[in-house]
């Protein structure tokens, strides 16, 4: 990092990830803070959307597919970074097992009639909340969710450790893969319980190597003339027009949750 890279480089947290995709969008033009507030909005209305309201539930899949289609994020990339809430989906599959209360046949399987509820409930909402994240990060760079997350009034202390915590992760990432290529080129290769002491004591140099490189860093933005905040490198700011486009989606769906609790 140089001797810190610049407090607003840290601050930037280093760019693109993994989940983002490049384009040029309606919806990659966004304001960050407006796509950040509409994505909660929508979480919140499918989160109090009743669980027997089922058509509901398939209108925000159209709906988030919609958005997809504008952010011209393709079907594929969206479902392989769904497999994220596969630990979800198997909590759910176990519930009308375990759970208690009536039961009902199915397909000779005695299953709760509230585990079942309780099942669609948490895979209906859990996936249309992980599909509405997906599609956030798809379309925003980190950077530009930390100056959404800024904007938005969030602690700045929190957008701070957040900003660090992605910057070093990626760090500490790559420290972990030269240490890997190292212990390979001199022949070594995890193969059972008898090396677990030499990944321990990797484990701990690791520990070791990115205390002593944030204590480095800390000193460098100290002499820098930092004092607990950062600089504001940039204003995201959003008209009218632009609060209207994002906000269409939770709008449209607190619609759907209101005939959901009427009908």
């Known amino acids: 990092m140089g001797a810190v890279g610049g407090t607003s480089h840290a601050f930037s947290g280093g760019g693109a990830h993994r989940l983002y995709r490049h384009g040029h969008s309606p919806v ?11 994505a909660f909005a929508f979480v919140v209305v499918v989160v109090s959307t009743p669980r027997e309201a089922m058509w509901a539930f398939g209108v925000y899949a159209l709906l988030l597919a919609a958005v997809a289609y504008a952010a011209r994020v393709p079907a594929a990339f969206l479902l392989k970074r769904l497999l994220i809430e596969v630990p979800f989906v198997a909590f759910a599959v176990l519930m009308p097992f375990v759970a208690e209360g009536g039961r009902i046949d199915v397909l000779g399987l005695s299953l709760s009639v509230n ?3 309780g099942a669609w409930n948490v895979l209906a909402k859990g996936t ?10 798809a ?5 530009e969710l930390l100056l959404g997350l800024q904007r938005l009034k969030l602690p700045p202390l929190l957008v701070q450790i957040a900003s660090f915590m ?4 990626d760090v500490i990432t790559d420290e972990m893969r030269r240490m890997r290529i190292a212990r390979e080129s001199r022949g070594f290769e995890a193969t059972g319980v008898r090396h677990w002491g030499v990944l321990a004591k ?30 504001v490198i940039d204003e995201a700011t959003a008209s009218r027009a632009q609060w209207s486009s994002a906000l269409a989606l ?9 005939l959901g609790w009427v009908l």
């Open 115 to 117: 585990g079942l509820w």
């Open 28 to 38: 990659h033009g966004l304001p960050p803070h407006t796509k950040l507030a509409a």
């Open 166 to 169: 992605i910057r070093y992760g």
């Open 250 to 258: 939770p709008c449209a769906a607190l619609v759907v949750c209101l």
């Open 202 to 231: 990797s484990a701990g140099a690791l520990f070791i190597r990115s205390y002593e490189r944030g204590e480095r860093v800390h000193l460098a933005m100290v002499s820098r003339g930092y004092a607990g905040a950062m600089p």
């Open 139 to 143: 379309t925003t760079e980190l950077r």
């Open 128 to 137: 249309l909340g992980v599909a509405a994240s997906v599609l956030l990060a």
